[in-house]
């Protein structure tokens, strides 16, 4: 949102798709939204969100600032966070996977999260090749010296990206 030619606030909006009971469902994601702190309490980032919210249906917000969001009808639901222990990662014999190995891994990924009943009442997001090209550019912009994006042990696989 610009107010005399200046940045007041902002959001991202992407088109995804996710998994549920062996069908694609087409949904939209709200990410980044961010008002910088001088023009902050003025309602910028909620004129944002109402424009956005009454726009596009099947809207998903990630955020962790609370319950802010709640007043544009979304709701607050945990989000799970795994931790792994590095010390001792050297007796694990995982493999590294660069950016162009990750490619086979989305679409083997997409097809288990595709199977008939395989995620019934479970909504499992298909990650594109080209979102996961516009996450690891994001990554690498933050992060440039990164050159691993994943890593398989055994038959399990394990992503990550890089945020600020």
């Known amino acids: 949102m610009k107010i005399y030619q200046k940045i007041v606030s902002h959001l991202e909006v992407f088109k995804l798709?996710?998994?549920?009971?062996?069908?694609?469902?087409?949904?939209h994601a709200i990410a980044s939204v961010f008002t910088p702190e001088k023009y902050r309490g003025k309602g910028y980032a909620s004129i944002l969100l109402q424009f956005i919210c009454g726009k596009f249906e099947n809207l998903v917000l990630y955020s962790d600032v609370g319950t802010f969001y709640e007043r544009f009808g979304f709701v607050v639901s945990g989000s799970p966070c795994i931790t792994l222990c590095v010390s001792g990662a050297a007796s694990v014999p995982a493999t590294f996977l660069r950016k162009d190995h990750m490619y086979d891994l989305l679409e083997k990924d997409r097809e288990y999260n595709l199977q008939k009943g395989?995620?019934?009442?479970?909504?499992?997001?298909?990650?594109?090749?080209?979102?996961?090209d516009w996450q690891t550019r994001r990554s690498l912009y933050n992060f440039p010296s990164n050159e691993y994006f994943g890593c398989q042990i055994d038959d399990e696989y394990i992503w990550w990206m890089f945020a600020s």
């Open 17 to 27: 798709e996710a998994g549920f009971d062996g069908k694609i469902i087409h949904y």
């Open 118 to 132: 395989r995620s019934r009442n479970i909504f499992c997001p298909l990650l594109s090749k080209e979102m996961f």
